[in-house]
């Protein structure tokens, strides 16, 4: 799928979202990703989740794992998908347990298994590092990280000891950002929007 391909589908399922919106970060944006919307689709989830799966597919993977909220129903459908290929990939969810990421709910790993992380966007990475993390620390080798949206557009990097580790999205995007007294759209007198909030 092309980068115009996928923003029309991000438009369609209400992923982008066009305006003047205060991100989490206290920066100003033209445009907001909220792929949560995605996966009320269960049939374009499947789209872009084989496209991404299939970049890992030679990986042997044993299990994918995602950071909650945003990974838990993109782990579910990349590992339903890799279960096509090979029987028995399991899917698992990393947590905060007072602010640290973690395995909770009877959730085991053996070392020596090949696991997928994937989360909906990332950006600096911080949660999918975190999990990373937590699956080295249990003797997982990790082959691989999927995203729905790489907001670094290409800049965000993760690392297994010395190596990289191959990391795929199905779009990479550059979401301009700004200070709040250098943001056009201010000086325009738009009005503000905080995501996940009402007009
Ligand atoms: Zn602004």
């Avoid at 206290?26 to 445009?31: A, F, K, T, V, Y």
């Avoid at 374009?44 to 993977?61: G, H, L, P, Q, Y």
């Avoid at 899917?91 to 020596?112: C, D, H, K, S």
């Amino acid at each position: 799928m092309s980068l115009e391909q996928a923003m029309e589908l991000f438009r369609r399922t209400g992923v982008m979202q066009e305006g003047h919106f205060k991100l989490t970060s206290g920066r100003h944006s033209d445009r907001y990703m909220q792929c949560a919307r995605l996966f009320q689709y269960p049939a374009e989830s499947a789209k872009v989740c084989t496209e991404i799966v299939e970049f890992f597919r030679d990986k042997n993977v044993d299990l994918v794992a995602g950071p909650a909220i945003g990974g838990i129903v993109m782990a579910y459908e990349a590992a339903r998908i890799l279960c096509t290929y090979k029987a028995g990939v399991r899917n698992i969810f990393a947590e905060r347990e007072n602010g640290v990421m973690t395995l909770r709910r009877g959730f085991q790993v053996e070392p020596g298994q090949r696991a997928l992380v994937v989360e909906d966007v990332v950006t600096t990475g911080g949660s999918v590092k975190e999990v990373i993390e937590l699956l080295h620390a249990q003797g997982v080798e990790v082959v691989g990280v999927g995203a729905v949206v790489d907001r670094s557009n290409g800049a965000v990097e993760f690392k297994a000891a010395d190596s990289k580790i191959p990391f795929h999205a199905f779009a990479a995007l550059n979401v301009e950002s700004w200070e709040p007294d250098a943001c056009p759209l201010c000086r325009q007198g738009l009005p503000i929007v905080k995501p996940g909030s009402r007009k």
